[in-house]
């Protein structure tokens, strides 16, 4: 079970400068990081912030949990990194013993909005933004391993 204290995510869909098919990726990712803290990550906290722009969107999620001193990705890892590759976009993964587990993907915005040169401000210097801060309570077992243990 998860226990989450406090989720919070202002997010303007409306000036997003992403697709249909964008999105989706984009929420399929955050899916993937949400379940793998819940499963892996031996976390207490997990914060995911997005930042827009006309430029396209940075999802970047962190948690607090174990780390490792090797990243070893799953099939999910792997589905994700293939499916903002496949859109033009980027994914790193970074992870220490201690330090926790992060994941960064960057995905160009969809053609039509930046070709319009749609703009998406919203609050904050960067353009539009959103974070969500969950408590990653309650571990289950660890089927797939994400890392290597330290």
Avoid: C, W, Y
Wanted: without cysteine.
């Amino acid at each position: 079970m998860l226990d989450v204290d406090d989720v919070r995510a202002p997010l303007d869909d409306d000036r997003s400068p992403l697709d249909e098919e964008r999105t989706i990726a984009v929420v399929r990712a955050v899916q993937e990081v949400v379940t793998n803290t819940v499963r892996h990550a031996a976390a207490s906290r997990l914060e995911i912030s997005v930042v827009s722009d006309v430029d396209g969107l940075v999802v970047r999620a962190h948690d607090d949990g174990a780390g490792a001193r090797r990243i070893v990705p799953g099939n999910g890892l792997t589905g994700m990194r293939e499916r903002v590759e496949e859109l033009g976009g980027e994914v790193s993964f970074a992870s220490a013993p201690g330090q926790g587990f992060t994941v960064t993907i960057r995905l160009p915005a969809a053609a039509d909005h930046a070709a319009a040169g749609v703009a998406t401000p919203g609050p904050g210097a960067a353009g539009g933004a959103g974070s969500a801060v969950a408590d990653a309570g309650g571990r289950g077992s660890r089927a797939e391993p994400l890392a290597e243990a330290p």
